[in-house]
């Protein structure tokens, strides 16, 4: 057994286990979900604060006013303030800072998820 077969094998699970750790983002929405009216959407954000999963382990919360259509965005150890509008299937974003972006939303039970501009699919949670 060479020196490389011999210090991998050992290894190997270690590595596995990092590999399905760092498993890449989802691309499509999951099974069963469904497209929100711009109504729900709106009832469903407005006054609540979520919270979505970043690559990089970190997240990013947002705050959605209770009246009218601001909120604030906490990422990266920075925030900004903007406004927000919510359409069937969707959300947009306008901010002063960040650079704006509208999100596809999927809804399967209580489940949020957003499909961001780089296509990949996450879970939003939203603090009741």
């Known amino acids: 057994m060479n020196t490389i077969t011999r210090l991998s094998a050992p290894l190997l699970p270690l590595l596995l286990t990092a590999c399905a750790a760092t498993a890449p983002p989802a691309r499509d ?25 970043m690559p990089d382990g970190s997240t990013v919360r947002a705050d959605y006013a209770a009246e009218g259509n601001h909120l604030t965005i906490y ?50 949670t939203v603090a009741r």
């Open 29 to 53: 929405f999951p099974a069963g979900v469904r497209t929100p009216s711009a109504a729900e959407l709106a009832a469903l954000l407005r006054g609540k604060s979520t919270r979505t999963p």
């Open 75 to 124: 990422a990266a150890g920075r925030s900004d303030t903007g406004t927000w509008l919510a359409e069937d299937g969707r959300v947009c974003f306008e901010f002063k800072v960040f650079r704006s972006a509208c999100n596809d939303i999927r809804l399967a039970g209580q489940d949020l998820y957003a499909k961001r501009a780089n296509g990949d699919v996450v879970p939003v």
